[in-house]
T-cell receptor, first 114, second 116 residues
Framework: AQSVTQLDSHVSVSEGTPVLLRCNYSSSYSPSLFWYVQHPNKGLQLLLKYTSAATLVKGINGFEAEFKKSETSFHLTKPSAHMSDAAEYFCVVSEETSYDKVIFGPGTSLSVIP | EAGVTQFPSHSVIEKGQTVTLRCDPISGHDNLYWYRRVMGKEIKFLLHFVKESKQDESGMPNNRFLAERTGGTYSTLKVQPAELEDSGVYFC??????????????FGPGTRLTVT
C-alpha cells in the first residue's frame, strides 16, 4: 500500500537559516508528488509539484524539492527561512490506482525563530 | 479569479444533529474533492466528483455522510446524524477538467466542525 512519511512532526529554525522538511514515500510506480503549505486559518496552497519531468523542482517563495527515486524521497528545502514561512507543510503523493486521488503525509509544523 | 470557498468556516453542533457543509469550486473546474482532517490525524480523501457525478466515494466513512453536486457547480456535504468522531476540518478542493495527477488541486480554507 502507498504511504507518505514526514519524518518530523515539528521543525524549528532561526530566521535566515536553511529549511529542510523531509518526506519519504512508498510506491511501486512513479507517482506525482506535491508539497502544500497551510498557513493559520488559510486553505492549502501548492508550493511545488513533481510530475516525471525534472527531478529538481522549484516552487514559490524560494522553496524547492528534489525527487530521488533511489531513496524514495522528496525533501523540501529553502536556503533562508523567513518569518512568513511559519506554517504547516504537507507532502502529498498521487495514488497508484487513480491519479486524481492523493494521499497526504501527516504534516510538518515549521516554526521560525526571530 | 475567486478561489475555492467553503461555508460555514466553523460549525458547532450537538451530537445527533444535522449539519450541511457547502463548497463552491473555482468556476469551470469539473473536478471537486472533499477531504477531512480529524484532530491529530492525516488529511484523508472522502470523495471525488467529476461534474455532477461521483467518480470515487471510497473515502466516505459511513452512510451518515451524503455528498451532492447538483448541476455540477457547488457541492454540499451533509452529516446526519452527527457523531462526536465527526469533529474535524473538512476541506474542499477543485481542479480543471481531465484526469491525471499533474493537475493541481486548489483548496478551500476548510470548515471546522465541532460536535459536542
Amino acid at each position: 500500500a502507498q504511504s507518505v512519511t514526514q519524518l518530523d512532526s515539528h521543525v524549528s529554525v532561526s530566521e535566515g537559516t536553511p529549511v529542510l522538511l523531509r518526506c519519504n514515500y512508498s510506491s511501486s510506480y512513479s507517482p506525482s508528488l506535491f508539497w502544500y503549505v497551510q498557513h493559520p486559518n488559510k486553505g492549502l496552497q501548492l508550493l511545488l509539484k513533481y510530475t516525471s519531468a525534472a527531478t529538481l523542482v522549484k516552487g514559490i517563495n524560494g522553496f524547492e524539492a528534489e525527487f530521488k527515486k533511489s531513496e524514495t524521497s522528496f525533501h523540501l528545502t529553502k536556503p533562508s527561512a523567513h518569518m512568513s514561512d511559519a506554517a504547516e507543510y504537507f507532502c502529498v503523493v498521487s495514488e497508484e490506482t487513480s491519479y486524481d486521488k492523493v494521499i497526504f503525509g501527516p504534516g510538518t509544523s515549521l516554526s521560525v525563530i526571530p | 479569479e475567486a478561489g475555492v470557498t467553503q461555508f460555514p468556516s466553523h460549525s458547532v453542533i450537538e451530537k445527533g444533529q444535522t449539519v450541511t457543509l457547502r463548497c463552491d469550486p473555482i468556476s469551470g473546474h469539473d473536478n471537486l474533492y472533499w477531504y477531512r482532517r480529524v484532530m491529530g490525524k492525516e488529511i484523508k480523501f472522502l470523495l471525488h466528483f467529476v461534474k455532477e457525478s461521483k467518480q470515487d466515494e471510497s473515502g466516505m466513512p459511513n452512510n451518515r455522510f451524503l455528498a451532492e453536486r447538483t448541476g455540477g457547480t457547488y457541492s454540499t456535504l451533509k452529516v446526519q446524524p452527527a457523531e462526536l468522531e465527526d469533529s474535524g476540518v473538512y476541506f474542499c478542493a477543485s481542479s480543471p477538467g481531465g484526469t491525471g495527477g499533474s493537475y493541481e488541486q486548489y483548496f478551500g480554507p476548510g470548515t471546522r466542525l465541532t460536535v459536542t
